[in-house]
């Protein structure tokens, strides 16, 4: 068994057997890295020399769209061409457990056996319909782990979609026929983080209708001369239909993002946003900390009680912060 | 027609016209909010005496539930009861026009002609099924303008139906039968932010086993002795049914709300996290300013290439912020 490292230096050694391949230092990483270990920094700094290289890609789509069966696919034909594969499986919390509740991640269990495959399902800890913090943590110990593909997949509810649209080179959305139409996907905004759109169980009533209106929608949207026009493709996952298509519209993408230099900017862009959550997240620790201190508690009854603006409020919380 | 303000003393004016209850003071209001407007400090300043009273009402549920012809509905009800409502209606952006895109706010026009009511559409601004960050500024102003119960509807995708719960005294969820199961509502944590759930087109095929599974969940909740039991309520909004079993189980909600001390309580955590949102808000815009100084590029560049992890990046950003 892999001890649990108390020091940084232990850190250096999980990290070096997990690029070993050794599965129980990549779940370890990942338990530290979603519990929010205070070694997370030391974890990032000994990955940071492996990390930048994966393909990340981003699977999201209604409750029953199919996305766990798609995802299963897709992890089987990246592992025929060879790659190493991780999966992270983000799930809304449950109100009674606080972990993921369904069982259809069970299906993974396909590729439990595959040394070629690292599997996690990631709480989404409250943050309700939202990616976890520690979802690019994770990615980066897949990466360290020596990943090239890394699927993330997320149930597609609001904020998910664009953390994870955020967090990926290419997104796929689901559709299904009979799940809601076009305009619920326009509704949501989904025109603008879907880099491919897949309809799955195209085998249905429906699907042709589907298609017709998901490609209709991406003519009306506007993108500039050079811009990526989201591809759609259909697919029956379940029957293993489509996915080489799926494969191929990502493998389309993926040229156009490195041919525009738009990979490099993207990552730029998603290491920027982790950056400022980092510090972001740092801050906002400072502030809570003032509630210990009863400074914001003092405020928040002035402000509830209509003696203060929470303008004023937050001038007096910020001058705490860093006195001038 | 009122004049735009242009230094904080016109705010006061405006401010002084709005409780007297000129419409078009409070529009100008509300538009200056939702713009982010540099003078929202002076406004929530001049607002703050005459807000934390308003009984406000969050409204939730999935499209097509009828969340509109509700609010239409109790709107109606707590203007027969002699209240002054006001009504902020939150859709997701549309990511072609930046502005809602569907029409069924019209319906509302039934109230256009009542001088007892104030209705605003606001966009959610690209914060994808989430509020805008101005309706708490927003519900100040109808609060200002003498409203006492305010009502706020939104769409329930994830993030949204937890804003919403933070912002409301209470929260009324909409489900209807055929619309998702109550294991969907178990995924999406809905139970941990329903005060009272309405089961809605109860004269539909299967809401018997909507309203039985909602019932089955609840009592399947965990809850300390004293904590508030969810509530639910059957209505046929279009036709006007259940709307007074709605707004007693409201009145109910409140009456324990007010009970238990738990209403001071949850408009304190509300004004903390409003001003912590504030806060954030200032220290993230320095944060982007390090991005025109170039400080955060240089950084993020250098994490996405792998030369340097997040943790240190965001402690060189805090450096920044505020040198020691």
Redesign the interface.
Known sequence: MTVPPRRSRDVGQLVALARDGDPRAVARLLTLVENGDPL??AI??A???????AQVIGLTGS?GVGKSTTTNELVRAYRAAGHRVGVLAV??????TGGA??GDRVRMQDHATDAGVYIRSMSSR?H???LSAAT?QAVRVLEGAGCDVVLVET?G??????EVASLADTTLVLLAPGM?DA??A????I??IADVFVINKADRDGADATYRDTQGMIA???RAAGQWRPQVVRAVAFRNEGIEDIVAAVAKHRAWLVETGEA?AR??????A???S???G???AR??GL?EASV??A???A????????????DA??ER??PA
Chains 1, 2 share one sequence.
């Open positions: 997370l920094p990032a700094a990955l940071a020399p492996y990390t930048g290289q409750p799930d809304p919390s449950s109100p009674f509740i369904l409250g309700l319909g939202g690019p149930v509810v609001g904020q998910a979609e664009v809601g305009i619920q326009v509704k949501a905004g025109l603008e009306l949207g506007e490099t990552r730029e862009r998603r290491a920027a982790e950056i400022e980092i510090a972001l740092v801050l906002r502030i809570g509630g914001l508690d405020l928040a009854a402000v509830a009680a209509g003696r203060l603006d929470p303008y004023a409020a937050a919380v910020l912060l860093h």
